[in-house]
């Protein structure tokens, strides 16, 4: 049995034991050392090209990106100074390196007390601003036709090294050249990239044949970054990003993703209270892809933050989207008290977008309304809706927007939902279980 705290009261959530069940479950990696050791080792053996003291010269311009998810580790966990120190070792002193925040359009909300003061005093810091289009530099067009600007100091520079993490995302996986798109590239460059989603498979675990990750690639050489320097699951791998990448991403699908078959029913909640009704991302498209065609996805999401439809006009929504994004996109050291306002707003255009057909949805995104970054995300969850019956357990959406949204029944009652679904599947329904508070990133090889 699993408990998911809810504002109401707990949840409980019982399956039959006469069903076969599969419970997807992080699995317990071993510590094979602190950040600074792993990097090291990583940057000893570099995948795919020399290691950094023998790539950078003597007084070399050197931009060193940092993604908003390790600046932390980068900062004040000894990553950043052992990357500078072996800089300086290779001639190039603190004064000729530019630390980049790279957070594309996440905004820099608390990044300089996670990058620490002493980094700060140590080199010139910047924080990429996306919006501002005096500071973009056009660097050409990748093979897909994506425009490409990056950040004028960044394509100034003479060697070009990024720190991030690479695991499942909406688009495939994070990592590799992802530092340079969105990292710190300009919001139309991002735009396009981002409605890629339409041609793209949507959920995590799909390399190497994706398009949108490998238009990050295209740009990421166009901008010029030589090594990239990936965290994931419990190592730490660097290289030339189109050879360890790859490494990378296998290494997560071995090692941390759990291999799962595709079920007639699939149970899921997100982790923490699930206040929002959005922090359903991924995990939606995850279940989709881990339930058979014609099975059932039961959601359990509280959605105890979400507000009545609005029914304004579309064009209202998408006017927010924007302005939501330009607030936080320029957000800045530890004082930003409207930070989780704007957040919350543009969580309520996702919703609002989420109750339209999904052929207007696919309107906006081909035609670049609100802010892609977002309704993108809207889009993939609509698909899924559409490809798999979804019922909703929640105590915050009523069952007439929730049938607005997508879903195919939604109920207060977990046990509801299950009869419901054994009753269009089968009593002897198979099932997959995605739960906190040890929830996994089930990996299906073949998806129905």
């Known amino acids: 049995m699993w408990t998911l705290d809810w504002k109401r009261g707990p949840l409980s959530i019982e399956l039959p034991q006469a069903n076969r069940q599969f419970a997807i479950t992080t699995p317990v990696l071993p510590n094979l050392g602190p950040p600074t050791e792993l990097v090291a080792r990583a940057l000893d053996g570099p995948i795919g090209c020399p290691p950094l003291g023998d790539q950078v010269r003597p007084g070399d311009r050197v931009a060193v990106l940092v993604t908003d998810m390790h600046d932390r580790i980068f900062g004040n966990e000894g990553v950043g100074d052992l990357i500078l120190d072996r800089l300086n070792a290779a001639g190039v002193p603190d004064r000729e390196i530019l630390l980049v925040h790279a957070a594309g359009l996440h ?10 003061e002493p980094m700060l005093q140590r080199v010139r810091y910047v924080e990429h601003n996306p919006l501002d289009d005096d500071s973009l530099v056009f660097r050409g ?14 394509a100034e520079a003479d060697f070009v090294i990024g720190v991030g993490g690479c695991g499942p995302s909406l688009y495939g996986f994070q990592g590799g050249g992802g530092i340079i798109l969105p990292g710190v590239a300009g919001a139309d460059t991002i735009r396009r990239n981002h409605s890629m989603i339409m041609s793209t498979e949507t959920a995590a675990s799909w390399w190497p044949d994706n398009p949108q990750r490998q238009d990050v690639m295209d740009a990421a050489d166009l901008a010029g970054l030589r090594i990239k320097i990936d965290f994931t699951a419990n190592d730490v791998f660097a290289g030339y990003f189109r050879e360890e990448w790859p490494v990378a991403v296998r290494y997560v699908q071995t090692n941390l993703m759990v291999p799962t078959e595709p079920a007639d029913v699939t149970v899921f909640a997100p982790a923490g209270n ?6 359903m991302y991924l995990q939606l498209e995850l279940a989709e892809k881990a339930t058979r065609r014609g099975g059932i996805v039961i959601a359990c999401i509280s959605a105890s933050a979400h507000e009545p439809l609005s029914g304004r006009p579309l064009s209202e929504t998408m006017d927010e989207f924007l302005y939501c994004t330009r ?3 320029g957000e800045t050291g530890d004082d930003n008290p409207l930070r989780a306002f704007w957040r919350r707003r543009d969580m309520v255009c996702k919703e609002e977008l989420l109750a339209r057909p999904l052929g207007e949805i696919s309107r906006v995104v081909i035609r670049m309304q609100g802010e892609p970054r977002s309704t993108t995300h809207v889009w993939s969850h609509r698909r899924c809706l559409e490809r798999k019956r979804t019922f909703l357990v929640t105590e915050g959406v009523t069952p007439e927007e929730g049938q607005l949204m997508g879903f195919a029944l939604v109920t207060d009652s977990f046990e509801r939902a299950l009869a419901r679904a054994f009753d269009e599947v089968g009593r002897d329904a198979t099932i997959n279980v995605n739960l906190p508070p040890n929830k996994g990133f089930p990996f299906v090889q073949n998806p129905e």
């Open 107 to 116: 905004g820099h909300a608390g990044a300089r007390s996670r990058v620490g």
């Open 274 to 279: 699930g206040a929002e009704l959005m922090s």
């Open 141 to 154: 067009v990748t093979r897909l036709g994506t425009p490409v600007w990056v950040n004028r100091e960044v």
């Open 327 to 329: 607030r936080w996109a």
